[in-house]
């Protein structure tokens, strides 16, 4: 283990600095872990409208990586012998329903905690802000279509978490919030770290930033800040400096002891969560696998665990390599800043490591497809369709229709006709969507049989079914 670290604050500072002019991103907020030294750095505003500056202390919303502290308190509910990651879920929920009652009856922990219950996973609706948020928000979850079998395929699922932050408050007694106050926020000694917006307003703290609908080209505030309180198990009840998330993060590096050496999860347990569970259909994005509740990967032969997170107007990354206790979390104000992300980590792993984020797959030099007819029509989930068609020379071309009511307080612009760009990957292809700042995978599959006409359309981390 090194005895200093390799980074300077003042270097991490200037290099954040230069990739947030480069990428134009208002402000970010860097942590990076080296041995057991946090050497935190900020650059930028956290708000265009008010040019407050950024502050190592100021909070963020980072979002999906705050499913990582849902996963934790699951976990210690394991510890503690009143849940079962195998039990169906409706032992816990008896009023657990979604359409397709073969999920209903079999759906289990685990199945959420992996991303593999099969049902629809984002469901977006308000239900207030009383305590009885989750509850209804299960409630509203009855009409759910299946996507797949239970366990047959990984699709991001936002839902699963708000079911397992509703099983942590009937097995507790309590709100999520409290839960997470009491057994995660407090042990750590996490200063900076809230869960709503009332307790955010005393720090300073950053706003998000999205495309202006009169000028995509510049950025504006986003109308709103953070996210309905049924989503607080999906990340939202977790507002943080980037530093806290480290503290949280090494919590799962130190075998579950906190650093004033209590003991806050089982060794084992902590371990099992690092433990692949499942194996994904596009490793350029997110990673290869999915452990419980973690991003699972390899750059190059050193394994990489994290979580990404988006809020609305905001994007942060967490990624570590615990053998060699090194890694950072990226926070940023704006929608999304993934090229940043990649050349900071590409950076910052090939310098300390020799070691950065694989590169997607190349482009082909023919953008036609021989046999259209394989991926033309539509794939479908709860929230986004994609209407797939060719041109006359072969091109796919996709328009991309949204319905979920995020999509409508963002503001997203019309995506018609947008090119699926052939890549050297079978049944896969590059898309660019206005809302995002760089290019993802496509990729075709059909989980029951390989190479087969493909079923379904794996893109941003979820499978849109055909119909």
Not at 162 to 173: D, K, N
Not at 382 to 396: K, N, P, V
């Amino acid at each position: 283990m090194r005895e200093t670290p390799m980074f300077t604050s003042q270097e991490l500072e200037q290099k954040l600095a230069e990739l947030i002019e480069k990428y134009d991103v208002p402000g970010a907020q860097l942590a990076v872990l080296d041995g057991d030294a946090v050497t935190e750095v900020a650059a930028g505003v956290l708000s265009l409208r008010t040019r407050q500056p950024t502050t190592t202390d100021a909070l963020f919303l980072p979002g999906s990586i705050g499913k990582l502290y849902t996963a934790t308190l699951v976990m210690m509910l394991v510890d503690e012998g009143k849940l079962d990651l195998d039990t169906p879920i409706r032992t816990y929920l008896p009023d657990f329903e979604v359409a397709d009652h073969r999920a209903r009856d079999t759906v289990t922990p685990r199945d959420l905690l992996t991303h593999t219950s099969g049902f629809d996973g984002d469901h977006f609706t308000d239900t207030g802000r009383g305590d009885d948020a989750l509850e209804r928000y299960v409630a509203g979850c009855a009409d759910l279509p299946q996507i797949a079998p239970p366990g047959l395929i990984w699709s991001y699922s936002n839902s699963g978490f708000s079911l397992l932050g509703r099983i942590v408050e009937v097995l507790l007694g309590t709100t999520f919030e409290q839960a997470l106050r009491d057994r995660i926020f407090a042990p750590l000694g996490l200063e900076h770290t809230v869960s709503f917006a009332d307790e955010a307003i005393v720090h300073p703290t950053s706003v998000g930033h999205v495309a202006d609908p009169d000028d995509p080209s510049t950025l504006v505030v986003s109308p709103t800040w953070g996210l309905w309180r049924a989503f607080g198990p999906m990340g939202c009840a977790v507002v943080a400096s980037a530093g806290d998330v480290l503290t949280f993060t090494r919590l799962h590096l130190d075998g579950g002891v906190a650093p004033d050496g209590t003991r806050l999860l089982d060794a084992g347990l902590t371990a099992s969560m690092l433990e692949q569970q499942v194996e994904l259909v596009d490793d350029s994005v997110l990673g290869q696998g999915w452990g419980l509740g973690w991003i699972l990967d390899h750059w190059g032969d050193v394994a990489v665990v994290g979580h990404d997170g988006n809020s609305i107007g905001q994007n942060a990354f967490m990624r570590v390599a615990p053998e060699e206790r090194f890694g950072f979390c990226l926070q940023t104000n704006v929608e999304s800043a993934l090229n940043l992300y990649r050349e900071l980590a590409d950076w910052l792993f090939g310098r300390r490591l020799g070691v950065g984020p694989r590169p997607d797959p190349a482009l082909l030099e023919e953008v036609g497809v021989a046999e259209p007819e394989r991926y033309t029509g539509t794939y479908q989930r709860e929230g986004l369709t994609f209407e797939i068609r060719a041109d006359d020379s072969g091109r796919l071309l996709t328009t991309v229709t949204p319905s979920h009511g995020i999509a409508e307080d963002q503001g997203w612009p019309p995506m018609v006709d947008l090119p699926l760009v052939p890549v050297e990957r079978d049944d896969s292809f590059m898309l660019k969507l206005p809302i995002a700042d760089a290019d993802l995978l496509a990729a075709f599959f059909n989980p029951e049989e390989v190479g087969a006409r493909p079923t379904y359309l794996h893109f941003g981390g979820r499978a849109h079914r055909r119909l």
